[in-house]
């Protein structure tokens, strides 16, 4: 029973996957619209970066306020993402920045571009769990 449940749910996630890269209909953007009518700028920078970056659109929204706080507040520092895969996280970043014109930030992107490199036993999470065992798949 609990592996049928686990079908559905693939079977319906890949589904709207799938509608959502046809450009047919974008399941979460549907309910993000609903939460968030307000946010037309965010809506023009979502379509520009959706399709480099494997995050959720509430993920890539909490990005572009977190940018919008950090200028509103005049929190200096510059922008760094470990793990940028095809640099859409870092697109909403700097298309952000533009939009609330600060433009004397630096931002760096660092990836392997190769995948995950192996854990090693001097890999640990900040509960002192072992990387090599929270990797291992379940
Ligand atoms: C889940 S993806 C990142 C998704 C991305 N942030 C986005 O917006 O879509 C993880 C990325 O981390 C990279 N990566 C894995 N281990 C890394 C490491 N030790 N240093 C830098 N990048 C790493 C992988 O190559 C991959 O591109």
């Known amino acids: 029973m609990k592996i049928i449940k686990k079908f559905e749910k693939l079977i ?76 859409g996280s870092m697109m909403v970043c700097a298309l952000s920045l533009l939009y609330f014109k600060d433009i004397n930030r630096k931002i760096y992107l660092y990836d392997t571009y190769e995948g995950h490199v192996e854990s090693t036993i001097k890999d640990v999470s900040y509960r002192c769990k072992d990387a090599i065992e929270l990797v291992k798949p379940s």
């Not at 009518?37 to 572009?64: D, G, H, P, V």
């Not at 919008?68 to 520092?77: L, R």
Request: charged share 35%.
């Open 12 to 87: 319906k996630h890949s589904f709207f996957k799938i509608l959502k890269i046809l450009n047919i209909y974008d399941k979460e953007y549907e309910i993000f619209k609903r939460e968030f009518r307000e946010e037309k700028q965010f809506r023009i920078i979502y379509e520009k970066c959706k399709a480099y970056t494997m995050t959720s659109i509430f993920r890539m929204y909490s990005l572009y306020k977190s940018i919008e706080y950090i200028v509103k507040n005049k929190i200096p520092g510059d922008i760094v993402e470990y793990g940028v895969w095809r640099g």
